[in-house]
């Protein structure tokens, strides 16, 4: 295997590499960068109004036609405002640390599939930056790096409320990658590869890339994986510090937390990294779970006209993402925040052994199908499942139990 | 430090020498004060610490002293809290108290009775009607005047309004403290109504100076039945909101259920009134023990709980509402016809209208609010419930129309001492809960 095929297995590159090929990563480099902080402008847009929706309010509408250039405008103002860096911070690391947490942001979402195979100026390519075939490994260690990011911002501050939040922060990494891998191992064990164009292609009805027109939705691993699904929902917030799970920069216990002492565009770098793995997690949701950018096509036009090649499946993969989006915004409007204490619970004490177990249970599900084994193994290997996750409930000293010994 | 030397051994020079030894002590000590305060908190310098009594030996070096406020989101004002945490854990806290002390009860020496109210109105802003009502108690106590039974009913029915608003605002902000942003907007949603209404009635959001020594500033507004009832219906719908918004929220009850406990004995032990006393299973209530106003005719219940804890002081303060919203329909259906105010010109003024027809009328208006009215020599302690505890005015008076000396004793204050043993072993998270349930409002405790 070549060493190209390892990093991206895209027709475009099927026939060597010319000028047009790099012009043609270019142009997609750029424009997925310009589509995320799209994205990131409108989530915060639509996630300010629709908030202000459940609350009774207005919500932004100044700037722009019912606000949508808020969040565009705050970014200006924080362009152009003081930025301050305090005495007691380390300098270096404290410039440094901003940029470490947005540059794995962008780079998750580069492995995301937005649409399906287009021409380019004669080139057949995926709508895709890349398409490396650890795919899905490569997001779990962005996401491991971008953390980084938070905990120098929060050590380096030379701040103990940062430094508190930075150490949460880590923490709170630690518990939820290990869930967020496990539910994704469901998934992969059932798509049987890595990469997410392949996972996504997994979902259709026929292996083929032109087929739209099928209505794909109980092909989705969503249906399989539902339990892993909700897992990976609840792992992905708490990963990208968003409520109910935003401890981080809990601003009613730290301030603001590992970005306390930051201020000007410093500031709004976190901010735009933080939403641009949010918007990250739900698309890797959208393309484990929901069938990525598959979705009918519309039949009064030609099949593979450029409606049906280029609008249709972005249009289809955009909808997914901001109705998953929509059900961030819902969560943070609803609940109250989560105990540091009662975090780790969440996610040792019941995530990690539903997500394992879960996994296990697809494998078996997986297997059992190749080798033709009983059918009852189907029965008997959730069952099994469920009885370890009794035991294991039973067994896991509780709380207030823990605190009694410790008295 | 040099050693302990004889004064009359002393030659010039040596005194010399101990006065700079001194002096760089005394410097020394100021710095490290008016510096960061945490540093008071160390070792070898604990016996600087001035306030709260001395802090036992820091268990291990693995701790950090971290200063929560005066300047920070959920410390309700300017409340600084000292805390020594071991990674996440409260080892143990300190309120530190005094930002925003500006002086009142000193003020108030210096204030007429008449102008009293204007005074005290700030000190619970809150809450403003309830500490106008004490002052006016105690002075009416002191004058020996009976208030119409119009003007008890009216300032009952303030006070009750008061009590909505004030524990919406509770609501509002210990949602927030919670995380839950939604609860704050929906509670002061409400509270915004409340205020109006208390605008229309009043003249004023906040700080009403409308109920004063002899009555009430002015009688009730045309079509003032409807608008109570009006808010009284959009505020019970608000409580059908938070309830099912949060009362039966698991993640609401892991915060709050078993949070900050604290017991009978101690709340007694420290003073400590009103929700907090009622939720320990406690049914002190003063509008019932020590009843005044028109209370003995209205019906309603003391609310209260047996656990002592954050959730238990939530639900209080969410069903007191509803016993608010009982009293206010009382008052609407049972406020008698009459007058506002005693006819004692000595203490309220006359009509506006008959100051141009009146020499006699002028010449009051002009006397009351010029030299106010004396006041019999005499000291007296009024008490009622505010909705944050017993709210009391201790007054004495020498026979001016300047009090000698106003104390009140605000429940928060007292309240606000409960935290320690509080948040004993509990987290950062949990503090931040524990001082929203106590709902402390720093003018009253500083005053």
Known sequence: ?407 | MSEPVDEEELTEEQAEELIDELDALETARLERQTGEGAQELTRGQRELVLTGGHWPEPESDETMIINMGPQHPSTHGVLRIMMELDGETLVRSKAVIGYLHTGMEKTAEELMYVQGSTNVTRMDYASPLSNELVFSLATERLLDIEVPDRAQWIRMLLVELNRISSHLLFQATNGMDLGAVSMMLFGWREREETLRLLEQITGLRMNHNFIRPGGVAADLPDGWQESVLHVCELVEAGIDDYDRLLTENPIFQERTVGVGTITTQQCLDLGITGPILRSTGFPWDLRKEQPYLKYPEVDFDVVYTENGDVYDRYRIRLFEIAESIRIVRQCVEKMPPGDYRVQDRKVTPPPRARINESMEALIHHFKLFTEGFRVPAGETYVAIESPRGEIGCYIVADGTAKPYRLHIRGPSFYNLQSMAPMVEGAMVADAVAIVSSIDPILGEVDR
């Open chain 1, 1 to 407: 295997m070549n060493p190209g095929r390892l990093l991206a297995a895209d027709p475009l590159f099927s026939n060597g590499i010319d000028l047009t090929v790099v012009l043609i990563v270019i142009g997609k480099t750029i424009a997925v960068f310009v589509l995320l902080l799209v994205l990131v402008l409108f989530y915060i847009w639509f996630l300010r109004k629709v908030i202000a929706d459940m609350q009774n309010r207005v919500g932004p509408d100044n700037a722009g036609p019912f606000g949508v250039l808020q969040a565009l405008a705050d970014g200006i103002k924080l362009f152009f405002k003081e930025q301050t860096i305090p005495d007691s911070a380390d300098r270096r690391m404290f410039l440094l640390a901003p940029y470490l947490s947005l540059l794995p942001a962008f780079l998750a979402f580069s492995i995301i599939p937005i649409g399906g195979v287009v021409t380019v100026a004669g080139h057949r390519t995926l709508v895709q930056l890349a398409d490396p075939q650890i795919g899905i490994l490569f997001l779990l260690m962005m996401s491991g790096i971008g953390i980084y990011g938070v905990m120098l911002a929060g050590w380096s501050s030379g701040s103990k409320y940062p430094l508190l939040g930075s150490v949460r922060a880590s923490a709170q990494l630690l518990s939820y990658e290990a869930a967020l891998g496990l539910a994704v191992a469901a998934v992969l064990i059932q798509a049987g590869t890595l990469s997410t164009r392949g996972i996504v292609a997994r979902q259709l009805w026929v292996g083929s890339w032109s087929t739209f027109g099928d209505w794909p939705v109980w092909n989705w691993f969503l249906w399989p994986t539902v339990i892993a699904f909700f897992i990976f929902l609840i792992a992905a917030v708490a990963e990208t510090n968003h409520p109910p799970f935003d401890l981080v920069e809990a601003e009613q216990e730290l301030v603001g937390g590992f970005h306390t002492e930051y201020s000007g565009i410093r500031f709004a770098i976190f901010f735009l990294a933080e939403f641009m793995n949010l918007i990250t997690m739900c698309a890797i949701a959208v393309t484990l779970f929901l069938g990525g950018p598959a979705g009918p096509a519309l039949g009064f036009v030609s099949a593979n006209g450029w409606i049906n090649a280029w609008i249709m499946p972005i249009f289809w993969f955009l909808t997914k993402l901001v109705i998953l989006l929509f059900g961030t915004v819902w969560v943070r409007a609803s609940l109250p925040r989560l105990r540091y204490d009662q975090l780790m619970d969440l996610g040792w004490k019941y995530l990690i052994e539903a997500a394992f177990l879960f996994a296990m249970v697809s494998g078996v599900y997986v297997i059992a199908r190749q080798e033709n084994w009983p059918g009852w193994v189907y029965v008997a290997a959730p069952v099994g499942a469920v009885a370890v996750y009794a035991i294991l409930y039973l067994c896991i000293p509780r709380r207030d139990e823990l605190s009694e010994e410790i008295r």
